[in-house]
């Protein structure tokens, strides 16, 4: 199994510790993992911002660095989502829809396709996830709290499996966090509310450290705590899952 | 103004802003508890989403087969393609019967057509009768929730608004003293209104009958005391036969509230003795509507208003930063969908 290993761009250039730990994690699991040298944005804030036929280009790199690979697996669920859903303005092409079918979010690629969820680590702290909206509405990792039926999450999964970790319980399990990509942008106030009501309930809940599968996310999270002097960490859930404290 | 103008100045106020979204995520969570406990709910809702979609494929059919048993019961049947000819439709039939006193249920439609204001430049008084309603009517504000219209308001707001307009005493926000005021000032206005007019929630097309839901019972209260009653309903408002009104009405309250059904569901089906019943169907960018794919399922909606109370963004921002008649997530969906150079002109959020 050849798995093309996709490092969106803003974690690339900002958060290298998460390419880092998602590259580990795989290898650690056996996976035969490449990482395409020329890589770059899936197109996804184009796509977002009504652009989508100028960003036509930037995708069809994408299909061009990862067609050759058995799957292609990428820390964020949101750019994940965006080669998934949104790949469907470029010609359909049988490389079009090979990567699109086999592009997989970290946690769902390990879950589903790996078929493992305990992967040895311990991290002995109070952990909060937040669950992204792209990961669990359009990705579909988890069950939303306003739709009736059974529960399930892939990242509670993998997180209930961590040594050590203790999965603290939210009062809103599932809300946005304000972050929307360019809606951050054209929605400062909406957004930046958001975001310190999220990390507000992670507080509350006595989390110590805040997780998730989509580290856009997390990166407005992030900058919330940072900025208000919070007492939370905020990392990835690879950087957790390949953590052995 | 662009809805991140208004968000921006609805969050100057943060303990507001605080307040106003914990308010309707209680409302949130109590759909949640309360749909939960019903066995099949998706499947209730897929229902009723495919009872819809029969309906708007086969509109011109049921809105032809509802005029036509809605005449059968002897009940004034009027079309009108366009906000203006709504208005211009139910002032004559006020004209008719030389109304200056109207009393109004809730209804978004005649809000979107703006026939408040019409009518009040002809003379006539129009009172809503909805308390929220109300409540906005005099701070002389649009509804900014579509099932809670004054939701924006706090009790103190509500408090000084009814001392100025209703003479109440201050009561320090006492929310029973509060109620029982709007009570006597609404009872007065029923007992010497000519006319009543009332929104639609479902249209039988096989009975020609209206279900107007309520829980403040000021539909029926309305209606009876007139001596005619109007109905406005969108064309969209159509449900083939009497049986599905009970997916509906099971989706309706639970959706909107957590509440199991509305207090009031009332069957309006032929005029009372003596009296007058018009129904005015209405289309006003709705066929346009239906005739874009990207829109099209907007029109299944039946304004349970769930959408604006799961809306982290909705809740936060106050229904008043949309700038439209229906606020929120399908707000924006639905509204720029009937003035597209308005959506271009607008970033927004959904």
């Known amino acids: 199994m050849k798995v093309g290993l996709f490092i969106p761009c803003y974690i690339n250039q900002l958060y290298p510790q998460v390419a880092i730990a998602s590259l580990e994690l795989l290898e650690k699991l056996g996976v035969d993992v490449y990482y395409p040298q020329g890589q770059t944005c899936c197109g996804q804030p184009l796509g977002n911002s009504g652009y989508e036929d100028d960003s036509k280009g930037i995708c069809q790199l994408f299909v061009e660095h990862f067609k050759t690979f058995d799957y292609i697996v990428g820390p964020s669920g949101s750019c994940i989502y965006h080669v998934k859903h949104h790949f469907d303005i470029l010609e359909q092409t049988p490389e079009v829809q090979k990567v699109r079918n086999n592009a997989y979010e970290l946690c769902e690629f390990i879950v589903k396709i790996l078929g493992k969820t305990d992967l040895g680590a311990s991290f002995p702290y109070k952990v909060g996830l937040h669950k992204s909206c792209h990961g669990l509405r359009g990705l579909k990792l988890g069950s939303c709290s306003e739709v009736q039926g059974e529960h399930y999450s892939t990242e509670e999964d993998l997180l209930n499996k961590v040594s050590g970790l203790q999965l603290m319980s939210l009062n809103r399990k599932d809300e946005c966090c304000g972050f929307g990509g360019t809606f951050a942008v054209f929605e400062e106030a909406i957004s930046s509310k958001m975001g310190k009501d999220r990390v507000q309930d992670h507080l509350d809940s006595e989390v110590e450290v805040l997780t998730g599968a989509d580290h856009s996310c997390l990166m407005h999270l992030e900058g919330i705590v940072n900025r208000n002097k919070q007492p939370l960490k905020v990392m990835h859930i690879a950087e957790i899952l390949n953590s052995t404290l | 103004m662009s809805h991140a103008t208004k968000a921006t100045a609805f969050n100057k106020d943060e303990a507001k802003v605080n307040w106003h979204d914990k308010a309707l995520w209680y409302v949130r969570e109590k759909r949640d508890k309360s749909a939960h406990k019903v066995q099949g709910w998706e499947h209730l809702r897929q229902l009723g989403s495919s009872i819809k979609a029969n309906v708007l494929s086969n509109l011109d059919d049921y809105l032809i087969q509802f005029e036509a048993n809605a005449k059968k019961n002897g009940i004034h049947v009027h079309w009108a393609s366009n906000a203006e000819e709504h208005n211009t439709i139910v002032n004559a039939i006020l004209e008719k019967h030389n109304a200056k006193k109207v009393v109004k249920s809730k209804s978004m439609l005649t809000e979107e057509c703006h026939l408040n204001p019409f009518l009040e430049a002809k003379g006539i008084e129009v009172i809503d009768t909805d308390l929220g309603e109300r409540i906005v009517q005099l701070a002389e504000e649009p509804p900014s929730h579509i099932v809670l219209p004054a939701i924006h308001k706090t009790k103190e707001e509500v408090d000084v608004l009814f001392q100025k307009h209703l003479g109440t005493k201050p009561s320090q926000r006492n929310p029973e003293y509060l109620v029982s005021e709007a009570r006597k000032h609404l009872r007065d206005k029923f007992i010497k209104a000519d006319v009543a007019i009332t929104g639609v929630n479902f249209a039988v097309a096989d009975t020609g009958g209206v279900i107007v839901c309520t829980n403040e019972g000021n539909a029926d209260m309305g209606v009876h005391l007139a001596k005619a009653h109007i109905a406005c309903m969108g064309i969209e408002k159509i449900i083939p036969q009497e049986k599905h009104l009970g997916v509906f009405l099971r989706l309706l309250a639970r959706s909107a509230t957590g509440q199991p059904i509305t207090t009031y569901s009332s069957h309006f089906n032929k005029p009372e003795n003596g009296k007058e019943m018009h129904i005015v169907i209405v289309d006003n960018g709705r066929t346009e509507q239906l005739s874009r794919p990207d829109f099209r399922a907007s029109l299944h909606c039946i304004r349970c208003g769930a959408c604006m109370n ?41």
């Open chain 2, 310 to 350: 799961t809306c982290p963004i909705y809740r936060r921002s106050g229904g008043h930063s949309y700038d439209y008649t229906i606020p929120g997530p399908i707000g924006s969906i639905f509204s720029p969908g009937k003035d597209l150079k308005k959506l271009a002109k607008n970033h927004l959020a959904m």
